[in-house]
């Protein structure tokens, strides 16, 4: 029998439509959102670094970015880094299983292999696949996220199509001494913990976390027709260590180290009584000098490495990957006062792939030029970057980004833009024996968006509102076929069109908050105007906290319309609505007591033909903060 799914897309439309009540909202500030971190809007305290790779005040930002902080992660009580992006506006996730299986992220409709990951601004992702290994990026080890959306190859190079998310880690700051650790247990057998020690001073800062994870997981394939059926549990292990420090040599200068590992072994079924399973491996370091020379102008010098290795262990025997990036930074600032600011960088990138099978090549460098300018003038905003690739493989490219916004009022905002973004082959495409094509050429993409803001505080409640829509074409893109003859390799063919719109908000009243995010979309081949697999036209969500003294509870609704398994649109993934309750309760001397409950009411849906996706499930335990 096939895995019953959710097939009623009344349902998903009514729970959306439910979700669309509250988007007159948006968000306030990191301390008081809703339990799930769903929409940070760019209002809350601090500044952001992605949208244009120096800091930026969140509440003057031109291009569409949400950030997750440290605390949100822990309300959420998310078990997984796709779990907490699958609540994220504009974010929808595939995944072949549990938490520990593989992943990925579809950013504004955009492909799984079309959005850049960095880890303390190094690269991760394997340059053989093409993708991010995502579920072996442990939630723990986790400070902050910001999420970019939109091509942005004008600021981080190849491979921005959708955009970019940006995962710091762990680090000591703003106190002389810190320490955690939490530990929990929940359904399948899965327990978790984590342990770290941290501290700052003047001069300098430190930081050590180290966490682990297993879960015996659930059979991800359960229909006896699937190929791939093996009636047994799929669980996984994983374990990191993630070390930062930073030290002020003199006024002004400073070096600093971040350091992560983790390690991640994922059974999966394969069709076989073998116990399948992939051993993946994610290392990220950088050392960074940040000097600041004047008032006027500061420099960052970095080189740092991401290394993406797995090793697939399955009847046939083994089959391992690696790849290297090492990356070096020479990135300028400089304060025009009057005149705005100015950031210019030169990049280097170096890729390395290894693996048993026979390629041609196994390496490639891209050398890079990136300038962005900022200015603001009374109710004006300007931003534009410009940037060039030049790669050993396939030559150079330039990529550009404009956005402007008008402040009309001191509740209303208006922002607008355009941009353009190009996607490197990866190996496999180009020289995987028999299956590729050195002749490929990169992907490219360009469009436009605009947003409306809304702001205002008022007494006892904060709301914020704002409404996005987008526009980009894929050219080029890369599609594996089969002639007449049988010959199937990858071929530059096929286009795409990415458009829609975003509705985020959230409302803070004393000690309730409510925030949402619904997405109108329609990410589909531009020549048969079918959608692009596993992306809805229509997905979103809704939390609502309550403070009941030392306690707060939360309730939260994940919906999505249907979806297709396949290019053809033939293979259909209903649509599904599922609501995850939480719970924290706050104890004497930094001790908090939290239980989460996903899909509470058992719906059975699919992120990927085939696969379940676990049922109702229930995580509890402690944490303790010094």
Same mark, same amino acid.
């Given at each position: 029998?096939?895995?019953?799914?959710?097939?009623?897309?009344?349902?998903?439309?009514?729970?959306?439509?439910?979700?669309?009540?509250?988007?007159?909202?948006?968000?306030?500030?990191?301390?008081?959102?809703?339990?799930?971190?769903?929409?940070?809007?760019?209002?809350?305290?601090?500044?952001?670094?992605?949208?244009?790779?120096?800091?930026?005040?969140?509440?003057?930002?031109?291009?569409?970015?949400?950030?997750?902080?440290?605390?949100?992660?822990?309300?959420?009580?998310?078990? +997984?880094?796709?779990?907490?992006?699958?609540?994220?506006?504009?974010?929808?996730?595939?995944?072949?299983?549990?938490?520990?299986?593989?992943?990925?992220?579809?950013?504004?409709?955009?492909?799984?292999?079309?959005?850049?990951?960095?880890?303390?601004?190094?690269?991760?992702?394997?340059?053989?696949?093409?993708?991010?290994?995502?579920?072996?990026?442990?939630?723990?080890?986790?400070?902050?996220?910001?999420?970019?959306?939109?091509?942005?190859?004008?600021?981080?190079?190849?491979?921005?199509?959708?955009?970019?998310?940006?995962?710091?880690?762990?680090?000591?700051?703003?106190?002389?001494?810190?320490?955690?650790?939490?530990?929990?247990?929940?359904?399948?057998?899965?327990?978790?913990?984590?342990?770290?020690?941290?501290?700052?001073?003047?001069?300098?800062?430190?930081?050590?976390?180290?966490?682990?994870?297993?879960?015996?997981?659930?059979?991800?394939?359960?229909?006896?027709?699937?190929?791939?059926?093996?009636?047994?549990?799929?669980?996984?292990?994983?374990?990191?260590?993630?070390?930062?420090?930073?030290?002020?040599?003199?006024?002004?200068?400073?070096?600093?180290?971040?350091?992560?590992?983790?390690?991640?072994?994922?059974?999966?079924?394969?069709?076989?009584?073998?116990?399948?399973?992939?051993? +993946?491996?994610?290392?990220?370091?950088?050392?960074?000098?940040?000097?600041?020379?004047?008032?006027?102008?500061?420099?960052?010098?970095?080189?740092?490495?991401?290394?993406?290795?797995?090793?697939?262990?399955?009847?046939?025997?083994?089959?391992?990957?690696?790849?290297?990036?090492?990356?070096?930074?020479?990135?300028?600032?400089?304060?025009?006062?009057?005149?705005?600011?100015?950031?210019?960088?030169?990049?280097?990138?170096?890729?390395?792939?290894?693996?048993?099978?026979?390629?041609?090549?196994?390496?490639?460098?891209?050398?890079?030029?990136?300038?962005?300018?900022?200015?603001?003038?009374?109710?004006?905003?300007?931003?534009?970057?410009?940037?060039?690739?030049?790669?050993?493989?396939?030559?150079?490219?330039?990529?550009?980004?404009?956005?402007?916004?008008?402040?009309?009022?001191?509740?209303?905002?208006?922002?607008?833009?355009?941009?353009?973004?190009?996607?490197?082959?990866?190996?496999?495409?180009?020289?995987?024996?028999?299956? +590729?094509?050195?002749?490929?050429?990169?992907?490219?993409?360009?469009?436009?968006?605009?947003?409306?803001?809304?702001?205002?505080?008022?007494?006892?409640?904060?709301?914020?509102?704002?409404?996005?829509?987008?526009?980009t074409r894929v050219r080029d893109l890369i599609v594996f076929g089969c002639d007449a003859n049988f010959v199937c390799i990858p071929n530059n063919v096929a286009q795409a069109t990415l458009q829609g719109a975003t509705l985020t908000g959230a409302a803070n009243w004393r000690t309730t908050s409510l925030q949402g995010s619904i997405t109108l979309q329609d990410p589909v081949d531009s020549d048969t105007n079918r959608l692009l697999p596993r992306r809805a036209r229509t997905h979103g969500s809704i939390a609502l906290r309550q403070d009941v003294g030392a306690a707060t509870l939360g309730a939260e609704l994940v919906a999505s319309s249907s979806r297709f398994d396949d290019v053809d649109n033939r293979v259909r993934l209903g649509g599904y609505a599922i609501v995850n309750l939480t719970a924290e309760w706050r104890l004497p001397r930094g001790i908090t007591l939290f239980v989460r409950g996903d899909n509470?009411?058992?719906?059975?849906?699919?992120?990927?033909?085939?696969?379940?996706?676990?049922?109702?499930?229930?995580?509890?335990?402690?944490?303790?903060?010094?």
């Open positions: 029998m096939r895995l019953p799914v959710v097939r009623n897309a009344s349902l998903a439309r009514a729970s959306l439509a439910v979700a669309s009540l509250c988007l007159a909202f948006s968000s306030v500030s990191a301390q008081s959102l809703a339990p799930a971190p769903l929409a940070t809007v760019a209002t809350l305290p601090g500044v952001v670094v992605t949208a244009a790779r120096s800091p930026q005040p969140l509440s003057e930002l031109l291009a569409d970015v949400t950030v997750i902080e440290r605390d949100e992660i822990e309300r959420s009580g998310a078990q +997984s880094l796709a779990q907490l992006l699958q609540r994220q506006p504009g974010v929808e996730i595939q995944q072949f299983g549990g938490a520990g299986a593989t992943s990925g992220v579809f950013l504004r409709g955009a492909n799984t292999a079309q959005t850049v990951v960095l880890i303390d601004g190094v690269r991760t992702g394997s340059a053989t696949a093409g993708t991010p290994t995502l579920e072996a990026i442990p939630i723990e080890q986790i400070e902050r996220i910001e999420i970019l959306r939109g091509p942005a190859s004008s600021l981080y190079g190849a491979d921005a199509i959708g955009g970019v998310i940006q995962v710091f880690t762990r680090r000591g700051e703003g106190r002389a001494f810190d320490a955690n650790a939490s530990i929990g247990y929940g359904t399948y057998n899965t327990s978790a913990a984590a342990l770290g020690v941290a501290g700052s001073s003047p001069t300098s800062r430190y930081s050590l976390q180290l966490a682990g994870r297993r879960s015996d997981g659930f059979n991800a394939v359960v229909d006896p027709a699937n190929f791939n059926y093996d009636p047994d549990r799929d669980g996984y292990r994983i374990g990191s260590v993630n070390a930062s420090g930073a030290v002020t040599v003199a006024n002004g200068h400073e070096l600093s180290l971040d350091y992560l590992r983790s390690r991640l072994d994922s059974e999966f079924d394969a069709g076989d009584a073998f116990g399948d399973r992939t051993v +993946s491996t994610l290392q990220n370091w950088r050392v960074a000098s940040r000097d600041r020379w004047t008032e006027q102008w500061s420099t960052l010098l970095a080189v740092g490495q991401g290394r993406d290795e797995s090793v697939s262990r399955t009847g046939f025997g083994d089959a391992p990957f690696r790849t290297d990036q090492t990356q070096y930074l020479w990135q300028n600032d400089f304060q025009l006062r009057a005149l705005g600011a100015l950031t210019l960088a030169l990049e280097r990138r170096e890729e390395r792939a290894s693996t048993d099978v026979a390629f041609a090549v196994t390496g490639r460098d891209t050398n890079s030029v990136t300038a962005v300018y900022q200015v603001a003038r009374d109710a004006h905003s300007l931003q534009a970057n410009l940037r060039y690739d030049d790669s050993s493989q396939f030559g150079g490219r330039t990529t550009g980004a404009l956005l402007y916004g008008y402040r009309f009022s001191p509740q209303w905002r208006v922002t607008v833009g355009g941009s353009t973004a190009f996607r490197a082959p990866t190996f496999n495409d180009l020289y995987y024996p028999d299956f +590729s094509n050195p002749n490929l050429q990169p992907e490219k993409a360009g469009g436009g968006e605009a947003a409306l803001h809304f702001s205002t505080r008022m007494a006892d409640v904060a709301i914020d509102a704002s409404a996005t829509g987008w526009y509470v009411f058992d719906g059975d849906y699919e992120l990927a033909s085939g696969y379940s996706s676990g049922g109702a499930r229930v995580f509890g335990g402690v944490r303790w903060q010094l």
